[in-house]
């Protein structure tokens, strides 16, 4: 669970940094520090990265954070640190390459949210009957319903104009789904 909550810390570090800083550095570490096409093609290739540390609100840093730590240390334990860590950076960075064919070359994407719902989509797949307490309702919830569920709520808010990504977020979960299935098939056969 240590890499989970290194991410998570980082995440909260960036996040109260920028919060604190002058209007003009926040200005320039999400133009230079979040994706978009037009970054991409300007040589700005570490927004690739560096976009999955960077969160808008504190309710973006929160919901992504509360995602990480309940399935991040299911599947670090599951995993191991160094499959999680190399997973959670590589949806990350996939789903950044593939937001280029659903939002404006200059939409800036920030957060950690491609790659959690990465995470989300392999525990589904290898941990589906493991119970989570999900608050607000506090009774035990399998992990395959709680990812079916955002996969319906995913796919019933594209379009809504609520400045969330949800056409990557269903990316990021497809890609978990398929690595967890990749995964499942080596692991059941070893």
């Known amino acids: 669970m240590k890499v989970t909550i290194f991410l998570s810390l980082i995440c909260i570090i960036i996040f109260f940094i920028c919060l604190f800083s002058p209007e003009y550095l926040i200005e320039i570490i999400y133009l230079y520090g979040g994706f978009s096409l037009n970054n991409l093609l300007s040589g700005y290739v570490w927004t690739l990265f560096t976009s999955i540390f960077l969160h808008a ?3 973006h840093l929160i919901f992504n954070m509360f995602g990480l730590i309940l399935f991040g240390s299911i599947l670090e334990k599951n995993l191991g640190s160094s499959k999680f860590l190399f997973l959670f950076i590589l949806f990350g960075i996939i789903v950044n390459l593939c937001s280029v064919f659903f939002y404006s070359p200059s939409t800036i994407c920030l957060g950690a949210s491609g ?6 989509g392999v525990a589904m797949i290898i941990k589906p009957f493991d119970i989570l307490w999900i608050f607000p309702l506090m009774m035990p919830v399998p992990i395959i319903l709680i990812g079916i569920i955002y996969i319906i ?4 808010l594209i379009g809504a104009d609520d400045m969330i990504a949800h056409t990557a977020h269903l990316l990021g979960i497809a890609l978990g789904i398929l690595f967890g299935l990749i995964y499942r098939r080596r692991y059941d056969a070893g």
Do not use: P, T
């Not at 709520?153 to 019933?156: G, V, W």
């Open 57 to 59: 609100s504190f309710n």
């Open 115 to 120: 790659a959690i719902f990465g995470l989300i």
């Open 153 to 156: 709520s995913e796919f019933a």
